[in-house]
T-cell receptor
Framework: DTGVSQNPRHKITKRGQNVTFRCDPI?????LYWYRQTLGQGPEFLTY????????KSRLLSDRFSAERPKGSFSTLEIQRTEQGDSAMYLC???????????????????FGNGTRLTVT | KNEVEQSPQNLTAQEGEFITINCSYS?????LHWLQQHPGGGIVSLFM?????KKHGRLIATINIQEKHSSLHITASHPRDSAVYIC????????????WGAGTKLIIKP
């Protein structure tokens, strides 16, 4: 399977614990995105990487959230001191865009992973 | 008023019917996505459009940039097409911040 892979599929944790999710994008994709989706809502943007550089982070993302993409391949999203409001589906997507310009006009399709469903009890 | 509006919100049809889902947007865009989300959450990108028309199997997507409108059509619908179909646009000044429609929940009855 050469699609976007996310692990784990499900995570149940107690409030206050730290959790880490992993996303393996399609190998030739240089862009990686994290989104969060709560029930009945559309996905909301969390953060975005171009290769290993984290180029944008949503104002919605508190300091308890951190994401890395150390070698420009897989990415991890960590949530520290989880709260019940963090319960959601965390989606990863990847795409390819040639060129260095952030606003390059070419947009490749987004490929989504199946998500990690987090439940904080 | 939402920047991306879809209609209808819910659609139930019989197997074999021709399905149309509409998307209107009010912002300048560089591209528009049609996405499919099944129960359980998995999202699949169906099409990305910046102009004209694309076809993949029984799915057809069209976009009219001047009218800021896109449609997704399903021919010979089948129960396995039952899902939520989402229209999302990429604004002219951003290529990561997708603006999502509310989705259209489609149920195809056998």
């Amino acid at each position: 399977d050469t699609g976007v892979s996310q692990n784990p599929r499900h995570k149940i944790t107690k409030r206050g614990q730290n959790v880490t999710f992993r996303c393996d994008p399609i190998s030739e994709h240089n862009r990686l995105y994290w989104y969060r989706q709560t029930l009945g809502q559309g996905p909301e943007f969390l953060t975005y990487f171009q290769n290993e550089a984290q180029l944008e982070k949503s104002r919605l993302l508190s300091d308890r959230f951190s994401a890395e993409r150390p070698k420009g391949s897989f990415s991890t999203l960590e949530i520290q001191r989880t709260e019940q409001g963090d319960s959601a589906m965390y989606l990863c997507a990847s795409s390819y865009s040639p060129g260095q310009d952030l606003y390059f006009s070419y947009n490749s399709p987004l490929h989504f992973g199946n998500g990690t469903r987090l439940t904080v009890t | 008023k939402n920047e991306v509006e879809q209609s209808p919100q819910n659609l139930t049809a019989q197997e074999g019917e021709f399905i149309t889902i509409n998307c209107s947007y009010s912002v300048g865009i560089s591209a528009l996505h049609w996405l499919q989300q099944h129960p359980g959450g998995g999202i699949v990108s169906l099409f990305m459009l910046s102009s004209g028309k694309k076809k993949h199997g029984r799915l057809i997507a069209t976009i009219n940039i001047q009218e800021k409108h896109s449609s997704l059509h399903i021919t010979a619908s089948h129960p396995r097409d039952s899902a939520v179909y989402i229209c999302a646009v990429i604004g002219m000044d951003s290529n990561y911040q997708l603006i999502w429609g509310a989705g259209t929940k489609l149920i195809i009855k056998p």
